[in-house]
């Protein structure tokens, strides 16, 4: 008050004090002197207050009665201006506070007189309103007068009072509050609260109350009374009341002094006990009126609602929720039951509308629906209110559209306060088709199966802004127009929504950094509360999950009404606005549910919006079955069902878009509306904004769009982004430029969709890639079975959700790969195609994203990254592949150099195409593999230099493509250089990584297991890479198969000393002997099918034109390759400990390879056996390492039992090599001497040798076409490699091997040859050449000869041996080996093209064994073997043969060769026989020797016709050799010679001197052909050993004897024969050859008796003389002959028996004679012999002249 107790104010406050008494005192001057009295002295009194006081207003108050007394005496006139000038005056005094307590009450009764006499109405209102506004000195009874006095003015005629009056009592009861508003605030502090008597039934004990608050509580109390049409307990005086004005009284306390009532317990009493009781009560009519039902079923009638009562005890209900409804929980769930039936459809249409906006003031208050929610619902056994309300309001909704208008709402509405435009009635003619003609634009409305509502613009959002609550002027029900109640609950529902989400999610983000702030604990799981786990209590607040439960319960509540009345209106909205509100509902309160976790109302909502996106009854099993589970619970609502209904399907939509259902069987086109487009974008923006909370429904969100993208066309681009597709699908697709220009937006907007979900938790992230997932599936299961387009929606955006999510791809990498490669898998190849699209995408995505930390030191990551890379190896399909192997190709291009531990990885993935998959496929991968060894192999890990050799492999026996395979190869070669190149490097790398591998393995207690395994890793590596190259060789193909074996051999032989000396053993045994195995098995199975040419036009040698032939190359070159590491290395494998088996197993693969029917394997494998054999030492000084190699192999015991002996040998052995071994310790290696060693090897080569031979040379036992004969290169290096072989051998070679050896060099020379290779070997028949096998053979057993001749006595016993193999050779002469029962032809019959086997021709072979025979004679004829095992005898009995058979051996020289050795040999032998002939042990050969001679001489061939004369000559010459050899080298020694032998000799010199000649010569020829000279020689030779006049030895005597008998009885046999020819012959003449023979018989005869008149009488047998005279009658019988040669030849022999005649000499001399005659010998030796005398005839008889033997006879 700080105005009016200023100086001036007080000065001013003085002056108008005494100037309004002055005007009173002036008024009154005339009519009413008192007063004019009081006026002065009042006058006075102002100024001595004004003089005698400081405080002048305290004075002033003080005396204030005295003061006032004047104004009110004025007032008491009832003259109009006296009084408007008083009560003027007092309003003065008032306004300054001056007026005490008791001036007050005089002023009010003053007032209240003025009223009674309805004086100055307006004036005495305003000045009861001063009096009580300006301080409270009014109260109690004066207070109540006061507000009687204006209710007593509200009701007087006058309207201006009236409203005047209302007003103020309005202001006046409002004060009264105020007041105590004041007081409590001034004792607040001072004062406690009394405490109150706990239901106090007296209404008037207010004792406890202060002044000001008892006043109030008396009004209020009494507002009841009178509401209630009782009398009132404190306003006294009251005449009347109205209902209506009561209500709006209590209505504004309430509404403005809830506190009142809330800290006064009296108060709340009250409101309790009186208000609401007293509204329920006048509520009652409402509740019982049902709109147009019959009065007569109720027994009383019904009073009406009454609109404005029962509208303003809405407001009041309205206030009592709002402000009191802690304090009335009961009271409040009645008042609202009752607006949830006021609701009913079959109250007035008022009623409803009024209750609507009451029930839109309560949805606007979100704190007081919590409220109601924890009262009620929350609650058992209470009804559920909120629930109720939504519902209600649900119902409302649908009874709009159900039930036809009633009453009057056909009344246009433009009269009402609405703003609804005009054309509502034109509308309601045509609904919903306004403005479709044209100029009128479309009203905004809601439509459904026919039923047309407009939207009324009746509030704005968020506040209740009441019409018909607002309506306190009206007496009568107003006219609401169509479509207000609608839109009213329409916003009702919207600001419900808007209300509570944005409270809930306003404390839920405050729960929320509450709980992170205290514990950093992670969001509140998505996850439906009745799952959350308890451990919640632990780390959030009891509060919270009070708070929580509300929440809740709140959405449980409403969340079904709410969406039943969204959809419907959803469904009938035709405005785009309205549209948009009710998405934007739905889509919070999805974002909601999802946020609290509850899932069902969740889904429920989303399902909505989805629905709406697509075309009506569109078959989606997703939403379908969502629905089917929710319209299976309808929900009751006061007895009424709510249906969820389904939506209508005659919209009236603009249609924008036609397209194709995406369903397996197309059902026609669908149609997109724009209500459809704008659901999408919602449905959008539900994912883009929420998608956190959607946790499962992504299932519904995603497939939905999946339709509705699929409808639209957009197809997916790079990177998973969707475009508008080409048209080319179908002429199913239509779209509206408005659709086409929002296509982009939209397809943007679904990018943007899974862009942002990289701002997802992980597990929203995981819902949302289940979802695609699951999508994806069906997707996929619509695509089985036919090859139309899939939709690719999931997929792409798979791919796109991983590519903005590479940053924790590590999370949702597993499911993510795991699909794509399920639908990598597909048949469908469209789908098939994006699949691999998209997992080579993410997978070059993940790779090229810089991580943190960086893939380098994420080895899992990048592992897992890769992973999925590998897995599409299991799929067949040759696109996928191609399209993995493309990848793989970029990453190798992008990230070669930091794959890593990825290597292996990649590696497999090239390693795991298979020959079936396709030549591209196999070209990709191969050529990733070129890159990778070209450029790679010195980045990646060291570990993985294996499995590259694998792969490399591996494409190697890839048999598409015959150059990727070789070209393979080449990478082999080219790693194996690497290797070499950087073997520290790698050997370091590897021992590191074993060392690891090796703890590791420890560790768990396992053997460390790789392959090759105690080899050290980096000698692994080479063995590896051999294995390979191994399993190449013996590929299908033989290019490959060659190849790889020269590669393999050259890379063992260029790399092999890195290896370790022990790793040899491996080398030896797991790869090459386990090639040769393999190769060995596969030639000898191969098949014999000749093969007609090597792909398209290339022709096939037909050296190569079996599978057979071209496995017998590999085989060669196999077995040749590993002979020259045996050879080159020998030095590196004697010293390990099986070399000697490992020998074994070499020279089994030579046999084998040797005895194969193959003449190129078996030549082969015989250069092979003489390559090891070659080898002189077992290390060249050049390689030999300084230290020999520490043998850390252990040596097989077996060693020690491989004695000498069980190799076939009986030398000597003095221990074991195991034994040796043994006796070193194991600290120092051990010092094995190699000869021992070297033996068995060797005698193990022997052994290997015969075998080869006496197989290959053993004749077959049957005899067909396809007999396998061995070649004669092959027989010839067979045969070569003896020799060599031998000098190593020669000690222990036995005779049991000579004739093993015998056997095989018999065998070899007998194999015939085929026809068409005889002209390679044999030059022409005619040509005496041996072939080089023959040479061979005599070179072997020249190589034989010569060691025996230097060796020890007991090798000299082989001779014999020797002797008798050459001279079977000498046999073939005349007798061809015959090889099994082979048939073999003459060379000359045979005929090259023909497969015949042809003879060799053996002479020129047997001829030169034969000079060999006579030149080892000549050499060894005395030596004891050859002398005991009758060489001698053997031979002559091999030279009878072609000596016998002379003219008809195969060649001519046979014979002659054979007579100049036999001439050689006897000159040597027959000494050493005469020197043995003691012994006996030369008796059997004399027999031999002398049919030698016989079969010779007198041969039964006849000499062929072309013979020359000079021929002849010559041959006779020989024969005459032969009978020169017996009289100079046998008959000289006849006395050690048997007798027997010599009969024979001198048997056949007889024959032989008697001319015989074969009958076939011609006349002219006789001379020559009757071999005079050699029948001369007989006979000289005859009568040459027939006399001698020195005998001494009567075996000389014998031989003479002998000699000369035969001589005579020859004689006289053919004089014999003559003489009976003769007689027979008549006058023919004899055949010239036997007149020849006579008369060289008769010159014979001559000469003898010639020559025995020479010799001295006693050396001529007495026998003998009686010989010669008996041959004289015969002589004399030949007298009659006609030949005149045979006549003179008579003559002369005739001539010499004149001698014999003469007289018979005495006995005694005859006996004496005859008693010599056994004792004469005679000698003849060469220097006795006489001079040779020529006869007239030319027959040379040799005399013997002895001194005094001229005249012995005469």
């Not at 190849?829 to 994420?858: C, V, Y």
């Not at 193990?1244 to 040379?1257: F, K, L, P, Q, V």
């Not at 000289?1580 to 027939?1586: A, H, I, K």
Request: some cysteine; proline content about 5%; overall charge negative.
């Amino acid at each position: 008050m700080a105005g009016t107790s200023s100086p001036e104010a007080v000065k001013k406050l003085l002056e108008n004090m005494q100037g309004d008494l002055r005007s009173l005192s002036l008024e009154c001057r005339k009519k009413f002197p008192p007063v004019k009295e009081a006026a002065e002295s009042g006058i006075i009194k102002v100024k001595t207050i004004a003089a005698r006081n400081s405080d002048i207003l305290a004075a002033l108050k003080e005396n204030s009665s005295e003061v006032v007394q004047p104004f009110l005496m004025g007032c008491g006139t009832k003259e109009p201006k006296i009084t408007q000038l008083c009560l003027a005056a007092i309003q003065r005094l008032m306004s300054h506070e001056v007026v005490s307590e008791a001036a007050a009450g005089n002023i009010i009764n003053m007032l209240w007189q003025l009223m009674e006499n309805s004086l100055e109405e307006l004036k005495l209102l305003q000045t009861v309103l001063v009096l009580l506004t300006t301080n409270t000195v009014v109260h109690d009874e004066a207070l109540s007068k006061a507000i009687v006095l204006c209710f007593r003015l509200h009701f007087t005629k006058d309207n201006i009072t009236n409203n005047t009056a209302a007003a103020t009592v309005r202001q006046v009861v409002t004060v009264v509050f105020e007041r105590v508003v004041a007081e409590d605030e001034r004792y607040k502090d001072t004062i406690d609260q009394p405490i109150t008597v706990q239901g106090n039934s007296n209404r008037r004990s207010v004792s406890t109350l202060k002044p000001c608050a008892k006043d109030a509580y008396m009004l209020f109390q009494d507002l009841c009374q009178l509401v209630n049409a009782d009398a009132p307990y404190w306003l006294v005086g009251m005449t009347e009341m109205t209902r209506t004005f009561g209500l709006e009284l209590l209505e504004s306390v309430l509404n403005d002094f809830p506190q009142v009532f809330l800290q006064h317990q009296e108060f709340s009493f009250l409101l309790k006990e009186r208000v609401c009781p007293l509204v329920i009560k006048l509520f009652s009519p409402n509740i019982k009126f049902r709109q147009g039902s019959s009065t007569s079923s109720s027994p009383a009638p019904v009073e009406k609602p009454y609109f404005p009562i029962c509208m303003r005890l809405l407001r009041v209900v309205s206030v009592l929720i709002k402000q009191f409804y802690s304090l009335l929980v009961t009271e409040c769930e009645i008042f609202l039951s009752l607006l949830v039936k006021f609701l009913d459809a079959d109250k007035p249409q008022w009623l409803r509308a009024v209750a609507v906006e009451s029930i839109h003031r309560l949805c606007v208050q979100p704190q007081l629906l919590r409220s109601f929610c924890q009262s009620y619902d929350m609650k058992q056994h209470s009804t559920k209110v909120f629930r109720d309300i939504v519902n209600a309001l649900g119902s409302f909704i649908q009874s709009l559209f159900l039930v036809p208008s009633t009453g009057n709402t056909s009344v246009t509405p433009n009269q009402t306060g609405s703003n609804a435009s005009g054309n509502t009635g034109a509308a309601q003619t045509n609904p919903g088709v306004l403005g479709m003609g044209g100029g009128a634009t479309v009203l905004p409305a809601f439509e459904y199966r026919g039923t047309w509502i407009p939207i009324l613009n009746v509030t704005v959002q968020g506040s209740a802004k009441a019409t018909y609550l607002e309506m306190l002027d009206k007496v009568e029900p107003p006219t609401i127009p169509e479509g207000y109640a609608m839109s009213v609950a329409f916003h009702c529902l919207l600001d419900l929504v808007r209300g509570i989400t944005t409270m809930i999610e306003g404390e839920l983000g405050e729960a929320e950094t509450v709980s992170q702030t205290s514990t950093e604990t992670t969001s509140l799981p998505a996850q439906s509360s009745e799952q959350q786990d308890l451990q919640s209590v632990s780390d959030q607040s009891e509060k919270e999950l009070v708070s929580r439960a509300v929440w809740e319960e709140m959405v449980n509540a409403c969340w079904c009404g709410l969406l039943a009345a969204l959809s419907l209106l959803l469904d009938a909205s035709t405005d785009e606005a309205a549209t948009e509100n009710i998405l934007k509902a739905e889509l919070t309160m999805a974002a909601l549910c999802g946020k609290l976790g509850l899932v069902t109302s969740r889904d429920a909502f989303i399902t909505a919006i989805c629905k709406g996106s697509l075309p009506p009854h569109y078959a989606l099993t997703v939403l379908n079955s969502t629905t089917a589970a929710l319209s299976s619970k309808s929900y009751s609502i006061q007895g009424q069902n709510v249906q969820m209904i389904s939506p209508s399907s005659e919209s009236h939509q603009q249609v924008v878009a036609v397209g194709q259902p995406l369903a397996l069987q197309p059902q026609g086109t669908v149609m997109l509306t724009s209500k459809n487009i704008q659901c999408m974008r919602t449905l959008l923006n539900l994912a883009h904004c929420h998608g956190a909370v959607l946790g499962t429904s992504w299932q519904l969100v995603l497939a939905t769009l999946q339709h509705l993208v699929w409808i639209l066309g957009l197809k997916p681009g790079v990177g998973g982004a969707l475009k508008p597709g080409r048209a080319a699908e179908g002429p199913s697709t239509v779209l509206t430029t408005a659709v086409m220009t929002d296509l982009p937006v939209i397809s943007n907007i679904l990018s943007r969709l899974f862009e942002s979900s990289q701002y997802l938790d992980d597990v929203s992230l995981h819902h949302l890639i289940n979802a695609l997932c699951s999508l994806s599936l069906e997707a996929m299961d619509m695509a089985y079975g036919n090859n139309k387009e899939p939709s690719l929606f999931a997929v792409a955006k798979l791919l796109e959700t991983g590519l903005v999510n590479m940053h924790r791809i590590e999370i949702l990498w597993r499911p993510l790969t795991g699909h794509l490669l399920e639908v990598c898998q597909h048949p469908n190849s469209r789908m098939r195609e994006w699949g691999a699209e998209a997992l080579t995408s993410l997978i070059k995505a993940g790779l090229t994203f810089s991580h943190d930390p960086p893939l380098s030191q994420n080895q899992r990551l990048q592992l897992l990254l890769l992973n999925p890379l590998k897995e599409l190896s299991n799929i067949s399909h040759p696109d996928i592949r191609i399209k993995q192997l493309e990848c793989v190709l970029q990453i190798l291009q992008s990230q070669g150099d930091s794959l890593g531990p990825g290597w292996p990885l990649v590696l497999g993935v090239m390693g795991a195409i298979r020959s079936d998959q396709g030549e591209s496929l196999i070209r990709t991968a191969f050529q990733c593999l070129q890159l990778v060894v070209t450029d790679f192999l010195p980045t990646m890990p060291c570990t993985c230099l294996q499995i590259v050799v694998e792969v490399a492999g591996s494409f190697g026996l890839h048999n598409q493509e015959l150059n990727i395979s070789l070209t393979s190869i080449g990478l082999l070669w080219n790693i194996s250089d690497y290797f070499f190149q950087r073997g520290e490097i790698i050997e370091k790398e590897l021992n590191k990584e074993e060392a690891v591998l090796q703890k590791q393995a420890e560790e768990k207690g396992v053997m460390l297991n790789r392959p090759f395994h105690p080899a050290p890793p980096f000698d692994c590596l080479w063995l590896c890479l051999y294995a390979k190259l191994g399993e190449l060789c013996v590929d299908p193909r033989p290019a490959v198969r060659k190849s790889a074996g020269q590669t393999l051999f050259s890379t063992i032989g260029a790399h092999g000393t890195l290896l370790q000396h022990s790793t040899w053993h491996t080398v030896i045994w797991k790869v090459l002997f386990h090639l040769l195995d393999r190769v060995r098995e596969a030639s000898t199975t191969a098949d014999k099918e000749k093969i007609e040419s090597g792909g398209g036009n290339i022709l096939i040698h037909h050296s190569r034109d079996t599978a057979e032939k071209q496995w017998a190359e590999t085989w060669v070159l196999t077995l040749a390759g590993v002979a020259r590491i045996f050879n080159t290395r020998r030095y590196l494998l004697q010293p390990l400990g099986d070399f000697s088996q490992a020998w074994d197993v070499l020279l089994d693969h030579i046999q084998s390879a040797a005895l194969s029917k193959n003449n190129e394997v078996s030549l082969a494998a015989l250069k092979s056996f003489q390559e090891i054999l070659q080898i002189v030492s077992p290390a060249r000084d050049s390689e030999k390492p300084e230290t020999p190699p520490a043998i850390n192999v252990s040596v097989p015991v077996v060693v020690g039992t491989t004695t000498a002996t069980s190799l076939g040998r009986s030398f000597m052995r003095t221990d074991s090599i195991g034994e040796r071994i043994g006796r070193y310790n194991g600290s120092e290696p051990p010092v094995i001497t190699d000869e021992i060693e070297d033996l068995n090897l060797w005698w193990a080569a022997w052994n290997s040798w015969y075998r080869i031979g006496s197989e290959s040379t053993r004749p077959p036992i049957t005899c067909d076409k396809l007999t396998f004969i061995p070649s004669q290169p092959f027989l010839t290096a067979l045969i070569q490699i003896f020799p060599a072989l031998y000098q190593h051998i020669k000690t222990g070679f036995s005779m049991d091997d000579l004739q093993k050896l015998g056997v095989i060099l018999h065998g070899a020379v007998s194999v015939p040859i085929s026809s068409d290779a005889s002209p390679f070997i044999l030059p022409s028949y005619t040509e005496a050449v041996l072939t080089s096998l023959q040479e061979a053979v005599l070179t072997a057993l020249d190589v034989l000869q010569k060691a025996i001749c230097v060796g020890s006595e007991s090798m000299q016993i082989m001779y014999p041996a020797i002797f008798d193999q050459l001279l079977a050779f000498v046999e073939f002469s005349c007798k061809p080996p015959q090889y099994g029962q082979l048939e073999t032809k003459h060379i000359a019959n045979a005929k090259y093209n023909q497969a015949e086997w042809v003879a060799l021709n053996y002479v020129p072979f047997a001829e030169r064994s034969l000079e060999v025979v006579v030149d080892l004679y000549q050499k060894t004829a005395c030596h004891k073997a050859v002398v005991t095992e009758k060489v001698l005898q053997n031979i002559i009995k091999t030279l009878r043969i072609p000596l016998s058979l002379k003219y008809s051996c195969p060649s001519e020289s046979t014979w002659k060769l054979a007579v100049s050795a036999l001439l050689k040999v006897l000159s040597i032998g027959l000494p050493v026989a005469r020197q043995h002939a003691s012994s006996g042990k030369f008796d059997s050969m004399w027999p031999e020797l002398a049919n030698t001679f016989e079969d010779f001489l007198f041969t039964k061939s006849t000499p062929p016709d072309n013979l020359s004369i000079q021929e002849f000559q010559k041959n006779e010459s020989i024969d005459v050799e032969v009978v020169q050899l017996i009289s100079t080298e046998i008959l000289p020694y006849a006395n050690f010679i048997p007798k027997d032998f010599v009969g024979q000799i001198m048997t056949m010199l007889n024959k032989g001197s008697i001319h015989s000649q074969s009958s076939s010569f011609t006349e002219a020829e006789i001379d020559i052909r009757m071999r005079e000279e050699f029948s001369k020689v007989c006979f000289e030779t005859l009568l040459q050993f027939s006399f001698s006049n020195k005998v001494t030895t009567p075996q000389e005597g014998y031989i003479s004897r002998m000699a000369l008998s035969v001589l005579l009885k020859r004689s006289q046999d053919v004089l014999h024969r003559y003489i009976e020819d003769e007689r027979l012959s008549g006058k023919c003449p004899l055949p010239r050859q036997q007149v020849t023979e006579i008369i060289f018989v008769l010159k014979a005869v001559s000469t003898l008796i010639d020559s025995l008149k020479k010799t001295q009488p006693e050396n001529v047998d007495a026998n003998t003389w009686a010989q010669v005279i008996a041959l004289y009658p015969t002589l004399v019988e030949c007298i009659t002959c006609s030949s005149s040669e045979v006549c003179s030849a008579l003559k002369e022999a005739l001539v010499p028996f004149k001698d014999f005649m003469h007289p018979p000499a005495p006995k005694l001399a005859t006996h004496s004679l005859r008693g010599q005659a056994p004792s004469t010998t005679f000698n003849l030796n060469a220097s006795e012999s006489g001079e040779v005398l020529q006869a007239k005839e030319g027959i040379a008889v040799h005399s013997c002249v002895a001194s005094g033997a001229h005249s012995a006879c005469r």
